[in-house]
Nanobody
Framework: QVQLVESGGGLVQPGGSLRLSCAASGGGLSIYSMGWYRQAPGRQRDLVAEVTNGARPTYTDSVKGRFTISRDNAKNTVYLQMNSLKPEDTAVYYC???????????????WGKGTLVTVSS
């Protein structure tokens, strides 16, 4: 029903920057919130940043001041600008959204397939 497609991952040196993008698509799409999660090897998937309708963005403590989440409602796209990257930021980053469609007019949660970010010299 709803598809989320991430892009922008890759290899970057410590202190460098990357911008991730996630585009959502679906018939009669209405998105309540969009966010980014990440999962490092041997760890659980954790919230990185999220933006919800009518609220200010939220961030996990470890990325505050370095990452910025933004959303283009007209394009149903969310971005994650990542600056001053550290090796511990290495993970697969997943896009997430709470949304509804005309065929399923109740709130559902959706995941993208992820994009790998590697921070290494």
């Amino acid at each position: 029903q709803v598809q989320l497609v991430e892009s922008g991952g890759g290899l970057v040196q410590p202190g460098g920057s990357l911008r991730l993008s996630c585009a959502a698509s679906g018939g009669g799409l209405s998105i309540y919130s969009m966010g980014w999660y990440r999962q490092a090897p041997g760890r659980q998937r954790d919230l990185v940043a999220e933006v919800t309708n009518g609220a200010r963005p939220t961030y996990t403590d470890s990325v505050k001041g370095r990452f910025t989440i933004s959303r283009d409602n007209a394009k149903n796209t969310v971005y994650l600008q990542m600056n001053s990257l550290k090796p511990e930021d290495t993970a697969v980053y997943y896009c997430n959204a709470d949304a509804q469609t005309h065929t399923r007019p109740i709130s559902m949660n959706y995941w993208g397939k992820g994009t790998l970010v590697t921070v290494s010299s």
